[in-house]
T-cell receptor, first 114, second 110 residues
Framework: NAGVTQTPKFQVLKTGQSMTLQCAQD?????MYWYRQDPGMGLRLIYY???????DKGEVPNGYNVSRLNKREFSLRLESAAPSQTSVYFC?????????????FGPGTRLTVT | QKEVEQDPGPLSVPEGAIVSLNCTYS??????FMWYRQYSRKGPELLMY????GNKEDGRFTAQVDKSSKYISLFIRDSQPSDSATYLC??????????FGTGTKLQVIP
């Protein structure tokens, strides 16, 4: 199993450009998440999806949109990138069985907006 | 005030030392307490998971939760250079959302 995969690994955008970050998991998990990680700020939740067809805002949703394409895939879109969106983006997924709250993370996408 | 406070470090210790990593939190609704380990340029991975107050041991690692003082600790015995990473405390009170601390960077010197 590949676990959680993310593409691309690195990206440089100019202010105003758009892009979509892709995430896929092969663990048959219902819940998926997008976080951003910035120095001194820790991991902050952007959006999450509790199941296929549903999405909810997290702590820092402004400037982002998401799509839960199917159970496996959860994409994050930046419509008009801003320098403040320079960050490392992590996708995660979680099984909903039992009492485990473990989230499995992808390797991250390093995004720079100039 | 942040919901979870964690000293960012860096914390530098010699190999074999006992390491103590700590977090404080403000949300009384937190019931599940996790520690994630994140190696440089990698995604976080779950290290320890406890429910409510008390201790949990797993090999060289011990997680401790004191809900009365809202204090979370992770102890590493006989620390190894391979333990060098950033450690994130991550309490949760509900089904979906986990609140992550900013992480403490640990370096174990051989």
């Amino acid at each position: 199993n590949a676990g959680v995969t993310q593409t691309p690994k690195f990206q440089v955008l100019k202010t105003g450009q758009s892009m979509t970050l892709q995430c896929a998991q092969d663990m048959n998990h219902n819940s998926m998440y997008w976080y951003r990680q910035d120095p001194g700020m820790g991991l902050r939740l952007i959006y999450y999806s509790a199941s296929e067809g549903t999405t909810d805002k997290g702590e820092v949703p402004n400037g982002y949109n998401v799509s839960r394409l199917n159970k496996r895939e959860f994409s994050l879109r930046l419509e008009s990138a801003a320098p403040s969106q320079t960050s490392v983006y992590f996708c995660a997924s979680r099984a909903d069985s039992g009492s485990s709250y473990e989230q499995y993370f992808g390797p991250g996408t390093r995004l720079t907006v100039t | 005030q942040k919901e979870v406070e964690q000293d960012p470090g860096p914390l530098s210790v010699p190999e074999g030392a006992i390491v103590s990593l700590n977090c404080t939190y403000s949300n009384s609704a937190f019931q599940y307490f996790m520690w994630y380990r994140q190696y440089s340029r990698k995604g976080p991975e779950l290290l320890m998971y406890t429910y409510s107050s008390g201790n949990k041991e797993d090999g060289r690692f011990t997680a401790q939760v004191d809900k009365s003082s809202k204090y979370i600790s992770l102890f590493i015995r006989d620390s190894q250079p391979s333990d060098s990473a950033t450690y994130l405390c991550a309490p949760s009170g509900g089904y979906q959302k986990v609140t992550f601390g900013t992480g403490t960077k640990l370096q174990v010197i051989p």
